[in-house]
């Protein structure tokens, strides 16, 4: 019951703890991809 | 002439038939029926049927270990773990990340219906399942029929013919299931909550996306890599738009040849005596309750969210953080529109929708991390 709810625990942590990272991720793409396309236009 | 006769019948499968075979068939049949007759989620409900039906046939050793022609596909296939990250390439081909990318608060519903698949592991647990068992039920509840097949095939295998055919089952019902816990847990103001238009995204954060993800996802849970390292690469086929004929076959021709090698031998592992256990009853069960508790933690978590945000969410996105895709997005527009018709809610939808399908991968992950 203690190894079940350890896991629990950790894994809805982790889950979330992933998504967390893929919402940063995600602004950073932005940004990123912002930030090409600035110097592709300055470039021409 | 009378012996040969007599050894003709004696390896005649007729005369080796159990009622629980016969059982088996009747379930087959139910199946078989169900996807013809119904359109239940056919492309895999009626391989599953005819797998079952084929593996409930005495003497005909289609799933006899290293003889088999179902056994070898279910060998090679699945237990080598080829299928179902096959799958996800041509389900990554078919998606369209730009949703979330616009919105990317959503990718929280992804996570909040997760809870659903844990609070079933520990409930099926408490039920005095064994852990690896528990896990298996409550993934069901991530709504995506690949990944509990793939975790099913590594942590419990004996269940796997039930999980496939419950996810399977309660994906078709998505549309039966969700709608009466949406209603249960929103009021009708919020119901009728408009989202604002997102933003539009750049091909190049597109093609950036699948990469990125790539590399957090497999860097934080690296048991999720098979399955995601096939799902970003067959969406970056798809955004790159340099690779029409990969994008062309992962979508279309690959995605169905491994879907028929997935469905038969899944519904060959259903034999009458791993199969007609209490057990299956309890995983048909939990797979309903998992379903249901995502539904209702990705509503709630919704409605959290909005105690703290000035630009609301409708909360019955939520419902979408379930895999399903696209069903349970399109459901969540349906039961809006029922409420207001102007409301146009299926794109915002698939963001979470889409975010369901890693938030499942990185729990099946986690799982296999800590179980596997």
């Known amino acids: 019951m203690k190894t079940a709810l350890q896991i629990f625990a950790s894994g809805l942590g982790g889950v979330f703890i992933g998504m967390t990272l893929l919402y940063v991720a995600i602004r950073l793409t932005r940004l990123a991809a912002e930030a090409l396309a600035k110097g592709e236009s300055h470039g021409k | 002439m009378g012996n040969d006769m007599l050894a003709v019948f004696q390896t005649a499968g007729l005369f080796h038939l159990t009622p629980g075979m016969l059982l088996m068939w009747l379930i087959a049949s139910v199946l078989i029926y169900l996807a013809i007759a119904k359109q239940y989620e056919p492309l895999l409900l009626l391989p599953i049927g005819f797998g079952i039906l084929l593996a409930n046939l005495p003497l005909a050793g289609l799933m006899e270990p290293g ?14 773990e080829i299928i179902p990250p096959l799958i996800f390439l041509g389900l990554g081909a078919l998606t369209d990340f730009g949703p979330l990318l616009s919105k990317p608060v959503l990718i929280f519903l992804g996570a909040g219906a997760q809870a659903g698949v844990y609070l079933t592991f520990f409930a099926a647990s408490a039920m005095g399942f064994d852990l690896r068992e528990a896990a298996t039920m409550g993934i069901i509840g991530g709504a995506d029929g690949p990944t509990t097949i793939f975790l099913a095939s590594k942590l419990a295998p004996h269940m796997l013919g039930s999980c496939a055919v419950a996810a399977y089952s309660y994906m078709a019902l998505v549309p039966i299931i969700q709608p009466p816990v949406m209603r249960l847990l929103t009021t009708s103001k919020e119901r009728t909550i408009r989202m604002k238009k997102g933003r539009k995204v750049s091909q190049l954060e597109k093609i950036i996306f699948p990469i990125v993800a790539t590399l957090v996802i497999i860097l934080l849970v690296p048991a999720a890599a098979p399955l995601i390292a096939m799902f970003m690469l067959g969406n970056l086929f798809r955004e790159a738009k340099v690779v ?12 169905n040849i491994v879907t028929i090698f997935l469905g038969l031998p899944v519904g060959a592992t259903m034999n009458a005596e791993t199969f007609l256990q209490p057990r299956s009853l309890f995983i ?21 969210m909005n105690l703290a945000r000035r630009e609301k969410i409708n909360p019955l996105l939520g419902a979408a953080g379930v895999s399903a895709v696209p069903m349970s997005a399109r459901v969540v527009h349906k039961v809006g529109s029922q409420y207001d018709k102007k409301n146009y809610l299926l794109m915002f939808a698939m963001g979470p929708n889409v975010a369901g399908v890693i938030g499942t991968v990185i729990a099946a992950g986690i799982f296999l991390t800590l179980l596997g």
């Open chain 2, 67 to 80: 003889e088999g022609l179902l056994w070898r596909f279910y060998h090679y296939g699945i237990q080598w």
């Open chain 2, 244 to 255: 029409e004929r990969l994008t062309q076959a992962a979508q279309s021709e690959l995605l």
């Open chain 2, 284 to 304: 048909f069960f939990f797979g309903l309750f998992a379903f249901i508790v995502s539904t209702a933690t990705g509503i709630l978590l919704a409605k959290l």
